[in-house]
């Protein structure tokens, strides 16, 4: 397998994070998203959205949208739960991820290291700042009663979440009064096979 990533995105640690998990190898090839490598004709023929990542099965075929990957891969694997229920909530939590979470305090993230602080960039900032806030405390009441996200285990519903929560101080997000959060953090870390956000690929 390849991996089609730019090492400082949360989207591609995730499947990064999986991959480590399952002890699977792959080759990953870095795509400079910030001067437009996600953007080239031989990238859009991958991905016609322009994004990483890409995951490149060994057969060739591509798939994008990294929660879509992460189902992907957790198939027929303790990261995905065998119970229809489960496999549902794990989906509940990944579209919060991507709908509540994802575009307050990962977006945030990267506007503050790749933009010129502006007064726009800055007034966008600060927009995104009390939603942010608000799915950190929605993490912080479920987790404050559940280990994990679904049923009590480890599964792509905390690695998808994982991603961009432990790197939301890069935001303007602290999350040192959110126990619960801090607490899960560690969980995951300790999972074996855990990688750091920057760690090369296996």
């Not at 080759?27 to 998203?33: A, H, N, Q, R, T």
């Not at 994990?148 to 602290?174: C, Q």
């Not at 801090?182 to 750091?196: E, N, S, T």
């Amino acid at each position: 397998m390849k991996l089609y990533d730019f090492r400082p995105s949360g989207n591609g640690y995730k499947i990064r994070l999986a991959l480590a998990f399952l002890g699977l190898a792959y080759e990953c090839v870095e795509v400079d998203i910030l001067s437009g490598g996600s953007r080239t004709p031989e990238f859009l023929r991958m991905n016609p959205n322009g994004r990483i990542p890409v995951l490149e099965l060994d057969d060739g075929t591509m798939l994008a949208e990294s929660n879509a990957i992460l189902f992907f891969l957790a198939e027929g694997t303790p990261l995905l739960p065998a119970k229809r229920i489960g496999r549902a909530r794990v989906l509940q939590w990944m579209f919060f991820e991507q709908y509540s979470h994802e575009p307050y305090i990962a977006t945030s993230r990267f506007m503050r290291q790749h933009r010129e602080q502006t007064e726009d960039v800055v007034a966008d900032l600060q927009r995104r700042y009390e939603p942010g806030v608000a799915a950190l405390g929605v993490m912080e009441r479920h987790l404050s009663e559940h280990e994990f996200f679904v049923d009590g285990t480890f599964s792509i519903a905390d690695i998808a979440l994982y991603a961009y929560t432990h790197v939301a101080p890069e935001g303007g997000f602290a999350i040192d009064s959110y126990p619960s959060i801090l607490r899960w953090l560690d969980r995951v870390r300790a999972q074996p096979g855990h990688v750091a956000i920057g760690a090369a690929a296996a």
